[in-house]
């Protein structure tokens, strides 16, 4: 079976091709500049996963790892 990624939005899957990256890429690209709002902040989710070479892409943001959320809390802590 062929490499493939999955793009979920709206609460629908759908799945591609890896040789699709490239072309879904700028659809979502051009989609994120064309919307605004939330409808703009689920293509933006999607596109960053997209460029980040995720195998599932989808239109909500992806919690934060267990170590990236410690690091986060380290730099902001106060004294």
Do not use: W
């Amino acid at each position: 079976m062929a490499d493939t990624f999955t793009i979920t939005c709206y609460r629908k899957t759908k799945t591609y091709p890896e040789s699709q990256r490239n072309k879904m890429i700028k659809e979502y690209r051009t989609a994120m500049v064309c919307c605004d709002g939330s409808e703009a902040d689920r293509y933006r989710n999607i596109y960053g996963d997209l460029i980040a070479g995720e195998k599932e892409c989808m239109d909500t943001e992806r919690p934060l790892t267990p170590e990236l959320e410690a690091m986060l809390k380290e730099m902001f802590k106060t004294a």
